[in-house]
């Protein structure tokens, strides 16, 4: 079976979660993998990708909507392919055009992995592009392709008004858990290189210190509840727009930051905290509360996180409906004030969602069988 997988941006560790998904598919399905490459970026010569599409970026507006500079280099490259599949992740650049455009040339299906891109909260800034895209030739990519895959029931919900016409398949994502042998060891070698007290216990958001993804306001909502025996840990890389903010709320005795960390050192930070937040305006799936899932860690998570419901319904999260910042300062406070033990119970039962949903192994058995079902030649 030959694939091609079309991504947007450079296919390397800075691009956190997307990059995830995109290793994650490659490596299970053994695809080739195209992605898109800013002329001049400082990763280009790092990105782990087969082949790549250069993007000429002017000011910000090109920053997500480059123009592609196609050379005759990659024209035969992609036109010698042998594929059965080519597989499209997010919309609106360019790399969803050439994947079309390459699926009508070769008569080979494609399918389309949304990735959440078609969330509302994707249409409340760069509004204009967006639905001149969708109108102009994104609703007649999504009508032809053989599957537009979500990643929940909520996420294509969520989406239905572009989805009328298309063939909707749901595939919850899948994370490969490391082995982790010293947890008590992870705990205390955190908390010695930050200075917090052995005693205390972590609150952890870890992700982009983004406005979209409420770390300040959280940081905020915590101080404001003063909790005595735990601190609050902001892991990640920083914004420029957050800078300042950042400056003000970390006081390194309730409030802690580290710069982002990936591959074990992520996991021995995840591995050393006692719960773990994420209030984010929207996430389509968010594997860092899958990933605390995974560990049995108790999640307080915003509605904006399209999982929330299974865990929710399991138990193994707080979920928080955000109209305001003191909302966050409530849902924070109910967490905070349960025992011990309920707060254990909780993790315990996230971990079984994430067992029964989100493991690696059930993402295998779901995305190859949809592989099998699209491609053009079935033997695989």
Request: proline letters at 4%; charged letters at 20%; a neutral charge.
């Amino acid at each position: 079976m030959k694939i091609l997988q079309i991504s947007p941006k450079p296919f390397h560790p800075d691009r956190g979660g997307l990059y995830v998904v995109q290793k994650s598919f490659s490596n299970l399905i053994a695809a080739k993998t195209l992605d898109t490459i800013p002329i001049n970026s400082s990763v280009s010569a790092e990105s782990e990708a087969d082949y790549h599409l250069q993007q000429l970026n002017i000011f910000n507006f090109g920053a997500n909507y480059g123009i592609p500079i196609i050379t005759y280099k990659l024209l035969s490259q992609l036109w010698a392919l042998e594929l059965n599949l080519i597989t499209i992740h997010c919309l609106f650049q360019f790399h969803v055009v050439i994947g079309y455009v390459l699926s009508k040339i070769k008569k080979v299906p494609y399918i389309v992995f949304l990735h959440g891109t078609l969330d509302p909260y994707v249409f409340s800034y760069r509004a204009i592009p967006k639905y001149l895209w969708m109108y102009g030739i994104g609703q007649r990519i999504l009508q032809q392709a053989s599957a537009v895959i979500c990643t929940s029931n909520r996420e294509a919900e969520k989406a239905s008004n572009y989805l009328r016409n298309s063939n909707v398949e749901i595939c919850p994502l899948g994370i490969e858990v490391p082995d982790l042998p010293g947890i008590v060891q992870y705990k205390n070698q955190v908390r010695e290189k930050l200075g917090i007290d052995k005693s205390k216990k972590i609150l952890l958001f870890l992700g982009r210190i983004d406005p979209m993804k409420r770390p300040i306001e959280t940081a905020l909502a915590f101080k404001k509840n003063n909790p005595q025996d735990w601190v609050y840990l902001m892991v990640g890389s920083l914004s420029k727009s957050e800078k300042y903010c950042l400056e003000l709320v970390v006081d390194n005795q309730q409030v802690y930051y580290h710069h982002s960390v990936y591959g074990l050192d992520k996991w021995i930070f995840m591995a050393a905290a006692d719960a773990f937040i994420h209030l984010s305006y929207r996430e389509n799936f968010c594997y860092s509360v899958a990933e605390a899932a995974a560990l049995g860690l108790p999640l307080i998570i915003s509605d904006g996180i399209d999982i929330y419901p299974v865990l929710e319904e399991a138990g193994g999260a707080d979920v928080i409906t955000i109209n305001s910042e003191e909302d966050i300062h409530k849902g924070l406070a109910k967490f905070l004030d349960k025992s011990e033990m309920d707060q254990k119970a909780m993790g315990e039962r996230a971990k079984k969602v994430f067992q029964e949903n989100f493991c690696q192994s059930v993402f295998q058995d779901r995305l190859v069988k949809l592989i099998k079902k699209y491609a053009r030649e079935n033997h695989f």
